[in-house]
């Protein structure tokens, strides 16, 4: 059955993709978002987050009807029969999630939530949110639900219509199944549990595949001593069915704005209750030091100095097909490699220019044999699939100093020693350049 009327509060990656995900399966959906200018472009299907298919999604649910856009909540909620948080919980002090906006929402719409309706909280909360976020309601004849996410940067939109499970928490039995009807028309195995379980869910999946990134990063290391090869290394792990191929590449490190975020969060709720996790601290603490082994290669590669350096960056974005620059592991190698003294300079096909975060000493440019002029290395640090075909031996001619480190594994080492180029991934030997 579905529900008469949906507001989801908050337009972000989450807030937008649910809500035009949900419209496409037939629900009326409004959207409300603090920004204005934000809500009319949006109005007009104008889409500026950078995820494939969103768009399309956005602008095919108000031509039908079924997707509109306003400004504020109070007024968008007032005949809602469910209402999804998709708030920013960004990390806090000491790592805690900042549940600030999740609670002015609350409070604005408290006295105006239509008895029966169900608060579902989508954003990323601490365990134990959805009974703190009933107390402040203080409405018995209001609901509150834990309906976690867990969609990728990049496909958002795929990873929404076609789950892998859908999970549904509330102390509330009849909520609980309210909102896992709206997900029918997707046929994905549903788990019904209490809140807290579900808020639990969502740290411990996070958690776990940062987990498991730390680790193969550590075999990679383990391997250049070793002389061993990671990729095969990975390959015969990935065909046992209880490790699998997923998140076994390994790279400059995990990032973006999820797992930074969910692993602190769940260290300060495990410290909160006095329980040590020495396991997930050493996956933190694992994670920066891949950045710095970067660094390190790319320092090798330069002759044991960064300082006076000029050298050329592919990608800054945390992951291929986004624009997103939260925590993005590329970009803090970057600021580590610019803290040396080297002279950066960029390309990556997500950003445009006009991006804040990045850091002095670093020159964006939109052409990437330009980012290889005159360097004295060229460091792929972001594994967009265009990289591949480049011409290498254009970007040989380019180049000061004929050696690629490749922070991704992402590059065929055949090509570029074909082009008189040296090639060093992670965990793998070095190939140097056959003249």
Not at 156 to 184: C, K, M
Not at 276 to 283: E, H, R, V
Not at 286 to 303: D, I, L, W, Y
Request: charged share 20%; aromatic share 6%; with cysteine.
């Amino acid at each position: 059955m579905f529900a008469r009327r949906i507001v989801v509060v908050g337009t972000g990656y989450v807030g937008l993709t649910t809500g035009a995900c949900l419209a496409s399966l037939g629900h009326r959906v409004v959207c409300s978002d603090v920004n204005e200018q934000k809500v009319a472009e949006l109005s007009r299907g104008e889409v500026r987050i950078h995820e494939p298919g969103l768009a399309e999604l956005v602008q095919e649910g108000i031509a039908a009807g079924r997707l509109e856009f306003v400004v504020g909540s109070a007024g968008a909620v007032a005949e809602a029969e469910v209402v999804f948080l998709c708030v920013p919980t960004p990390m806090g002090s000491g790592g805690a999630a900042d549940l600030a906006v999740v609670e002015a929402v609350a409070q604005e719409v408290r006295e105006v939530l239509p008895a029966g309706c169900v608060m579902v909280t989508k954003s990323t909360v601490p365990v134990g949110t959805s009974k703190r976020l009933a107390e402040h309601l203080d409405r018995a004849d209001v609901a509150v639900v834990s309906n976690p996410e867990f969609l990728r940067e990049g496909s958002a939109v795929h990873d929404f219509l076609n789950p892998d499970r859908i999970v549904v928490g509330s102390d509330t039995q009849d909520a609980a199944e309210r909102v896992a009807a709206l997900y029918s028309r997707l046929g994905a195995p549903t788990v019904l549990t209490d809140a807290a379980s579900a808020e639990m869910v969502k740290y411990a999946a996070n958690c776990f595949l940062a987990t498991k990134l730390s680790y193969v990063n550590a075999i990679a290391e383990l391997c250049e001593q070793l002389g061993a090869d990671i990729t095969d290394v990975t390959e015969g792990m990935g065909y046992d069915r209880r490790i699998g191929q997923s998140f076994l590449q390994p790279g400059p490190g995990w990032g973006g704005s999820c797992l930074p975020k969910d692993t602190a969060a769940l260290l300060q709720v495990a410290e909160a209750v006095d329980f040590d996790f020495p396991l997930l601290q050493a996956t933190i603490s694992s994670n920066a030091h891949q950045r710095q082994r970067m660094v390190a290669k790319v320092r090798e590669a330069c002759g044991g100095t960064l300082a006076g350096e000029r050298i050329g960056l592919l990608g800054l974005t945390f992951k291929a097909g986004t624009d997103d620059l939260r925590d993005s592991p590329a970009l803090e190698v970057a600021q580590l490699l610019a803290a040396e003294g080297a002279d950066l300079v960029a390309y990556d096909p997500g950003l445009r220019g006009d991006e804040p975060e990045l850091p002095a000493g670093l020159t964006l440019v939109d052409d990437p044999y330009q980012a290889a002029k005159e360097a004295s290395a060229l460091v792929l640090l972001t594994e967009w699939q265009e990289f591949r075909a480049l011409d290498w031996n254009r970007i040989a001619d380019a180049l000061a100093g004929l050696v690629v480190v490749d922070t991704r594994n992402h590059l065929d080492p055949d090509v570029l020693c074909r082009a008189n180029l040296s090639w060093r991934g992670v965990g793998r030997t070095p190939v140097t350049a056959l003249s």
